[in-house]
């Protein structure tokens, strides 16, 4: 079992900037390909980025791209997303999930269903 507690969610103004952490504990031994997704009211959770344990293997949402950067410490159990220039419609829940990786390629990283481990949820809010 692995347990995620994301942290650093807000309300910030268009153009600003976030970053969220989630730090992971329990069976941290093995591991993980790490991912953001976030959701709002009424929808389904999308994909935001995602990072295999080996630090690379990295991937972004087109909505993402080029705005957000996940990058994770091995040896603090932690994955972080730098958010800049945040727009209003990165308004949502932030979810931390884990994959552990089964030494396959892990082809379903964009699929929210493909992780096994989801933390609590972060609430990021943008202002116009």
């Known amino acids: 079992q692995v347990q995620l507690v994301e942290s650093g969610g807000g309300l910030v103004q268009a153009g600003k900037s976030l970053r969220l952490s989630c730090t992971a504990s329990g069976r941290t031994s093995d591991k993980y390909t790490m991912g953001w997704f976030r959701q709002t009211p009424g929808n389904e959770r999308e994909f935001v980025a995602t990072?295999?344990?080996?630090?690379?293997?990295?991937h972004y949402a087109d909505s993402a791209a080029g705005r957000f950067a996940v990058s994770r410490d091995n040896t603090k159990n932690t994955v972080d997303l730098q958010m800049n220039s945040l727009k209003p419609d990165d308004t949502a829940l932030y979810f931390c999930a884990a994959h552990l990786e089964r030494g396959v390629y892990f082809a379903g990283w964009r699929i929210a269903d493909e992780y096994d481990y989801w933390g609590q949820g972060t609430q990021v809010t943008v202002s116009s």
């Open positions: 990072i295999a344990w080996s630090g690379r293997g990295v």
